[in-house]
């Protein structure tokens, strides 16, 4: 079964903290999404990995093949980093992306 | 710069009458996706066009359907909308290339309303 798993569910952090938002996904995922929502609004793509890292100002997204576990960090957490924070796999050979179910990010001030 | 761009942001019909949700597209990317995102859940992939051609999920309901006249645009169609559809829809776009994972990019979605 094709599945990706997110955790904490919720998290609740003080500005300034370092966040670290996990993602485990099953085989036959080819590469990861890292997305992010805000309350009613639409989904930005932050990143998308295969293998390796990624750096983009305070965010940076890893990925472990091996143990199929792929991160996402925010340092200096901000209040407007307050979102829900999706990890997606997309399937090999295939177009469908598979969903976890979002971590709720709370920083506040 | 918006990218993919969908409208209206909020639309409200009613019951029963045919809504089309719009999506416009400035990357020149040749994939197209419509998802559906409902209250506290992650969003579900409807159909996605490769170029022309048309994908449908299995498990689509028949009442939805999508056109892509050309690269840039793409519709959802809702022929008779009941109150389950109610929900965000999400538009996306990406550019497949062989053998290469390439990022989805996502439009702000549209907000529907069933009266």
């Known amino acids: 079964k094709n599945e990706v798993e997110q955790s904490p569910q919720n998290l609740t952090a003080q500005e300034g903290e370092f966040i670290t938002i996990n993602c485990s996904y099953s085989?036959?995922?080819?590469?990861l999404h890292w997305l992010q929502q805000h309350p009613g609004g639409g989904i930005v793509s932050l990143f998308m990995l295969s293998s390796g890292k990624k750096k983009h100002g305070r965010l940076i997204a890893t990925i472990n093949i091996q143990e199929k576990h792929s991160s996402l960090h925010i340092t200096a957490s901000h209040p407007r980093d307050s979102a829900v924070y999706i990890c997606?796999?997309?399937?090999?050979?295939?177009?469908?992306?598979?969903f976890g179910k979002g971590t709720k990010l709370t920083v506040n001030p | 710069d918006a990218m993919v761009i969908q409208n209206p942001r909020y639309q409200v019909t009613q019951f029963g009458k045919p809504v089309t949700l719009s999506c416009s597209q400035t990357l020149n990317h040749n994939v197209m996706y419509w998802y559906q995102q409902k209250s506290s859940q992650a969003p579900k992939l409807l159909f996605h066009?490769?170029?022309?051609?048309?994908?449908n999920e299995a498990d689509t309901p028949d009442n939805f359907q999508s056109r892509r006249p050309n690269t840039s645009f793409c519709f959802l169609d809702i022929r008779s909308p009941g109150l389950g559809d109610a929900a965000m829809y999400l538009c996306a776009t990406s550019n497949r290339h062989k053998n290469s994972n390439q990022p989805q990019h996502f439009g702000d979605g549209t907000r529907l309303s069933i009266l």
């Open positions: 997606a796999g997309r399937l090999g050979g295939s177009e469908k992306l598979v």
């Open positions: 085989v036959g995922i080819s590469a």
């Open positions: 066009y490769y170029d022309k051609d048309f994908n």
